[in-house]
């Protein structure tokens, strides 16, 4: 009997054998090394020793960060039972760029890109395509209703500029003065009739793309001096009312005389309001000595003028892309050129080719300003044969073919 006296110390073991076996069925068998050494990567102990720095905590417990107790709060004494393992392909992890516009309660799907916002075309007009202009711009969910899609087609009409498809033909001139162009000696009527036949020309070697005709008025006129004389503001408008019926375009031309560009463009600038209306600086007559001597720009200036037009559209919230025409014959006449930006939205900048003489002087002038290729689109002007002495005039005229044969292809083509 005398087991009898060990009975407590039996009971005892035995208690704590099935003790041990429930703790580590509980555990999933944790009381390993490895396991422990996992948990304490996971909750650091609170107060770390000096000598040996904490474990760098893997990718995966890395996750637990947020949602792990302090390192101050007291930690469990016994085993922690550690997380399913990773599957063999992970999900990515979002986009942080994308998830930082989700709000925190998103729904799945939340995360999908947002639609990108075409920003407002300028330039290039050969790589421009309507049919990619007419795709919607929203999100997959979004269903526009009809009073919206109405909305958006405004836009992007306001935003489709002619060039997109096109070459502008243009007669150029003076509407009371003989000496000083094409557009001085026909009537406006006349001029409409004269440009559908050229146009027609240019039609056969376009390649397809559509010829747009214009009337190209010098509205600034520089004297003697310096000094400037400016048309009619009515017979501007005539012109601008009888182009748009006739579905034409005008440009008004500034020869800026003994003025600062900035004071040249400002006087320009009322008639933006007009949708067929398009501006023109004409850097040769920028001085005080007009047929002396050739007068010049500077690229901040040149850059300082698309700017104004640009402020002025976005101000009096004018619609649409404006174009600016400027001229150079030599290298003078806009200097520092290769700072001229071409990227304004709502300004298309044409760089055209001015001056007369015999095919190789001209194509020599155009192949000059071919080489500033941060001004992209270009400009061709030709000169008609007159009958008043000392005029100057190409000899022969280049042909519609041979104009639009220069590379690259102007998309602006002017007859004086």
Known sequence: MRWKSYAPYI??????GLSGGVLAAVAGDTASAESLAAAEAISPPATPSSATPPAV??????????????????????????????????????????????????????????????APYHGFPDLYSPAVAAESTNGPAYVPDEEDLLRQEEERSAHLPILANNIILAFYGHPGSKRMGILGEYSKEDLARLLKGYEKLYEAVSGGKGVVGAYYLIYGTCWPGGEI?????????????????????????????KYTVAEAVKR????????????????????T????????????????????????????????????VVHQFNQKMI?????????????????????????????????YNA??????????????KSAYPGAGFDDPLLTPREV????????????Q
Not at 11 to 16: E, F, K, V
Not at 84 to 108: G, H, I, K, R
Not at 236 to 254: C, N, Q, R, T, W
């Open 11 to 16: 009971l005892a073991l035995a208690l704590i």
């Open 57 to 118: 905590p893997s990718a995966d417990a890395s996750l637990q960060t947020e949602t792990s107790p302090p390192s101050e709060a007291p930690q469990p004494s016994w085993p922690v039972p550690q997380p399913a393992p990773p599957a063999a392909n992970p999900p990515a992890l979002p986009n942080p760029e994308l998830s930082a516009t989700v709000p925190s309660d998103a729904q799945p799907g939340a995360l999908l890109p947002q639609a990108v916002q075409p």
């Open 229 to 257: 004389g400016y048309l009619k503001d009515s017979v501007v408008k005539s012109y601008i009312d009888y182009a748009a019926k006739e579905g034409m375009l005008v440009f008004i031309d500034h020869q800026i005389g």
């Open 268 to 287: 320009l600038l009322p008639f933006l309001k007009y949708p067929n209306v398009h501006l023109a600086l004409d850097p040769e007559w920028r001085t």
């Open 289 to 324: 000595s007009p047929m002396k001597v050739i007068g010049a720009i500077t690229a901040d200036e040149l850059n300082q003028a698309q700017e104004m037009i640009q402020d002025y559209l976005d101000r009096k919230r004018i619609p649409g892309v404006k174009m600016l």
């Open 335 to 367: 200097e520092d050129r290769s700072k001229v930006r071409a990227n304004f939205d709502r300004v298309i900048l044409i760089h055209t080719a001015d001056g007369f003489g015999p095919p190789a002087l001209k194509r020599s002038s155009y192949a």
């Open 371 to 384: 080489q500033a290729t941060n001004m992209p689109l270009k400009g061709f002007k030709l000169f008609f």
């Open 404 to 415: 639009l044969s220069l590379d690259p292809e102007p998309r602006v083509v002017i007859y």
